[in-house]
Nanobody, 116 residues
């Protein structure tokens, strides 16, 4: 059963924008903290942004002021708006969800490539 399905990745020039979407299934979406993580080649997976059940947000320092995470509970979807993209943002971006019981799931990932 697919729990998280990401979309919206692609190739973009530096300074450009992309919007990632993640549609969740299974469970009650509004009860999950949602997050975006990324993993660049040869590097560990890192947190990009999270949004809690009451829409509090937190961002990695490297993306503050450029990326915005949001959620639409009616559509079971979390978004990541990425502006002013840099080559160092190139990575596979993963959607993640976790509830208060610690049940968590990962998506398959979507590739974001930023050319210089």
């Amino acid at each position: 059963q697919v729990q998280l399905a990401e979309s919206g990745g692609g190739l973009v020039q530096a300074g450009g924008s992309l919007r990632l979407s993640c549609v969740a299934s299974g469970g009650i979406f509004s009860r999950y903290t949602m997050g975006w993580y990324r993993q660049a080649p040869g590097k560990q997976r890192e947190l990009v942004a999270i949004i809690t059940t009451d829409s509090m947000t937190n961002y990695a320092e490297s993306v503050k002021g450029r990326f915005t995470i949001s959620r639409d509970n009616a559509k079971n979807t979390v978004y990541l708006q990425m502006n002013s993209l840099k080559p160092e943002d190139t990575a596979v971006y993963y959607c993640h969800k976790v509830n208060s019981l610690g049940n968590d799931y990962w998506g398959q990932g979507t590739q974001v490539t930023v050319s210089s």
